[in-house]
């Protein structure tokens, strides 16, 4: 099987720091691939470089076994990629609705939409409440609240669902748990399983090992910018898996799945 | 080896016996925290208020010499130009900036307009345009600084505000055009300034005048505000005054909409440098000095917030008006201009003062 999301080579720099050391990365169609590392190992670099957000200043990234260049997360949005990031990238002051289709806004039908370019805010609050029922998160009273009136995990939710909105390709999270209690966690795993269900692969990047080895297929361990070896959730302890990625530990092989 | 569970953990065993409702707070509001969600949904509440209320209180101390249809739209066509300039600055300060050159532009483009027609002889309509041409292409540069260099709106606006204003001088030669030739010649560079009336009395005195920069100015601010809420480009602009970090993630073109919003501004200010020759009647290269100052007043009073992405244009006319109320009533009641820069110091101090307090609704 060929990967649908594959990296070789890339290499990012900030100055004098190295945050990307010639660094590979697969992802496989319909697997969950959890990208494991120490705090400084380059996980966001590399995320930011699948996602658009930062120019790698080498190497290549193929989606679908085409060569891609993106240059804004635009881009990355535009082939299918869609991410979650850990800031969840949110502006306070608009509402719920006019947060989910940031960028991608509906337009009325007809002359309003065409030649007044006015926004469908009944279409667009529909399809918004639509994806946070379907993600138990209806909660909220108001799509029309500001996203500043709501709580970490409540944003957080807003977050996702835009990425499973969207998403037609490849769903990227990092560290979707991390502000979220025991509850929305098991929510946003659940989710997370539902869609891989559907048939979207997702990258996760997590510094929780319980929901890692919960979810994951296979696991990326990164360290000093590079992709250290891919190894098997249910092949490994995760002790296993902190001695790989803090160093305390050598890694067998470099890939249990080849 | 200690001991591990794949799957949903132990502790989580107890989610199934919860009751589905989350955390709910049924606090009680008192009705000052009420008034305060309120203001800060519709921030252009607050200057409103000030504004009925001045209104009022002139109205009641000077009765019908202030209190009538004549002098409260003489106030419009007085802040007319302001107004425009102030729509202008509003959609810069809510994208977190600010334009200091806005006053330079709006005197280089009806210095543009007047000797284009006078010195080259080219025909006013198409000078005008040249004018409204000159105030982009200055926009533009400001939003390609700002945007792709990424340097500081105040420094870039407080240079090109040096570097107009001189080529306005340089090229004005310090000349006046007057407002005889203009009307004899060139009568469209007036346009702004004809009136019409309504509900004057048979001789033609009192009732409402408007000048057309007043309807100007008032279906502009209309048009912005439609914009700003109802477009895609208008939430955007919102979204980098917000937090232009994020919204560059969430995929706003933010450099794209910090060019359009500071070419814009300079187009809307050499709109005003059109309005501003029907309002004097001649070009002078001397006009409009404080037009910035004049314009940040607006926009502050009127509680669009200088840290962007909070306020509406509306409220930017409001604050306009509050200012022209206070210039127009203070001189009425015959005192010293001075208590009018005063009572407007304190207005702008208290303003801030009350955006800060409503962005305490949020957290």
Redesign the interface.
């Known amino acids: 099987m060929e990967p649908i999301l594959k990296a070789r080579g890339l290499v990012k720099r900030y100055g004098k720091v190295t945050a990307l050391n010639n660094c590979d990365f697969d992802l496989y169609p319909g697997e969950i691939l959890a990208v494991i590392g120490d705090n400084g190992a380059g996980k966001s670099s590399l995320i930011k470089a699948l996602s658009g957000a930062v120019k790698v200043d080498e190497g290549t990234i193929e989606l679908d076994g085409r060569p891609m260049s993106f240059v804004s997360p635009l881009d990355a949005r535009e082939a299918g990629i869609e991410t979650v990031y850990q800031n969840l990238a949110l502006s306070p002051a608009l509402s719920i609705a006019d947060n989910m289709f940031l960028g991608r806004e509906i337009r009325k039908p007809g002359i309003m939409g065409k030649w007044f370019r006015a926004l469908d805010r009944a279409e667009m609050e529909r399809r918004a409440r639509e994806k946070l029922t379907e993600l138990g998160l209806m909660t909220i009273q108001n799509i029309g609240q500001a996203v500043e009136t709501l709580s970490g995990g409540q944003r957080q939710g807003v977050a996702v669902a835009r990425a499973a909105a969207f998403g037609s390709k490849v769903v990227i999270m990092d560290e979707p748990t991390a502000a979220l209690g025991v509850k929305e966690s098991r929510r946003v795993l659940e989710l997370i399983l539902d869609v891989k269900r559907r048939g979207l692969p997702i990258v996760l990047i997590s510094h929780n090992m319980p929901h890692v080895f919960e979810v994951a297929d296979r696991i990326h361990v990164h360290r000093l910018g590079r992709r250290l070896c891919v190894i098997d959730p249910r092949r490994h302890s995760m002790s296993d898996a902190v001695a790989l990625m803090t160093g305390a530990m050598a890694p067998e092989k470099l890939n249990e799945f080849a | ?2 001991t ?6 132990g ?2 065993a107890a ?1 199934a016996r ?1 009751p589905e ?2 955390a709910e707070f049924t606090q009680r509001k008192s009705p000052v925290q009420r008034a305060r969600q309120l203001l800060h949904q519709t921030p252009s509440l607050v200057p409103l208020i000030v504004l009925v209320v001045s209104i009022s209180v002139f109205g009641a101390l000077l009765g019908q010499k202030f209190f009538s249809a004549f002098t409260l739209t003489l106030i419009l066509q007085q802040v007319a130009i302001v107004g425009i300039v102030g729509a202008a600055q509003s959609l810069v300060v809510l994208t977190a900036g600010i334009d200091l050159s806005v006053g330079a532009i709006m005197v280089l483009s009806s210095v543009i307009m007047g000797q284009f027609t006078f010195r080259y002889g080219i025909p006013a309509p198409l000078s005008v345009l040249c004018g409204l041409a000159a105030g982009a292409a200055i926009g533009f540069v400001n939003g390609t600084l700002v945007a792709r260099m990424k340097l500081p709106p105040f420094i870039v606006t407080l240079g090109m505000w040096q570097i107009v204003l001189a080529t306005n001088f340089l090229y004005s030669a310090n000349e006046t055009i007057r407002a005889q030739d203009i009307s004899a010649k060139a009568p469209i560079l007036q346009f702004f300034g004809n009136t019409f009336r309504i509900g004057a009395d048979e001789a033609g005195r009192g009732g409402a005048v408007f000048t057309y920069g007043a309807v100007l100015l008032i279906v502009l601010v209309l048009l912005i505000a ?2 700003l809420r ?4 208008g ?2 602009v ?2 980098v005054g ?2 232009p ?9 933010t450099r794209k909409v910090l060019v359009t919003v500071y070419t814009l501004s300079g187009l809307i200010c050499a709109l005003a440098g059109w309005v501003m020759i029907g309002r004097l009647g001649s070009v002078s290269p001397t006009a409009g000095q404080f037009a910035n100052i004049e314009s940040i007043t607006a926009v502050v009073i009127g509680g669009i917030s200088l840290f962007g ?2 306020g509406s244009v509306l409220g930017m006319l409001f604050g306009a008006l509050i200012v022209g109320v206070f210039s127009l009533g203070l001189k009425l009641m015959g005192t010293d201009p001075q208590w009018t820069y005063l009572l407007i110091g304190v207005l702008i101090i208290a303003a801030v003062a009350v955006d800060q307090w409503i962005r305490k609704a ?1 957290a």
Not at chain 2, 230 to 233: C, L, P
Not at chain 2, 245 to 253: F, H, K
């Open positions: 080896m200690a591990e569970t794949r799957g949903p953990q502790f989580e989610l919860n409702a989350v439609y914009v109802q477009t895609a480009w939430r955007h919102y979204a917000d937090d970090d994020a919204a560059e993630l969430a995929g706003v073109q992405g909070r949020a």
